[in-house]
């Protein structure tokens, strides 16, 4: 059994910063890509951001330069700092793992239950 298990959502005012976290835990033997997704009411889940296990990030355009994806993989944990946030950030954030769990490195892909981030004043 993995899970993951995002937290640091919140309200922010516009302008404000939160970092999430999403910690993988369970019978884990390896964890490849990670991705950041968020899903706002009435909206498809939105993909914000990937990174290998090696470190190596990609970011959708909508938060290029403002959000920041990075890991530890000694920690098992994936990392979203969101800066310059504005309303329409408002959401709920998912994190996504691709996990094997034994040698056999079959990765398959395990979602957290997502946390509400809000932005208003």
């Known amino acids: 059994q993995v899970q993951l298990v995002e937290s640091g959502g919140g309200l922010v005012q516009p302008g404000g910063s939160l970092r999430l976290s999403c910690a993988a835990s369970?019978?884990?033997?390896?964890?490849?890509d990670m991705w950041w997704y968020r899903q706002a009411p009435g909206k498809q889940r939105e993909l914000l951001a990937?990174?290998?296990?090696?470190?190596?990030?990609n970011y959708a355009d909508s938060v290029k330069g403002r959000f920041a994806i990075s890991r530890d993989n000694a920690k098992n944990t994936v990392y979203l700092q969101m800066n310059s946030l504005k309303p329409e950030d408002t959401a709920v954030y998912y994190c996504?793992?691709?996990?094997?769990?034994?040698?056999?490195?079959?990765?398959?892909?395990?979602w957290g239950q997502g946390t509400q981030v809000t932005v208003s004043s």
């Open positions: 996504k793992a691709a996990v094997a769990i034994s040698k056999l490195l079959f990765f398959r892909d395990y």
């Open positions: 369970g019978s884990l033997f390896s964890i490849n």
């Open positions: 990937a990174i290998t296990r090696g470190g190596s990030p």
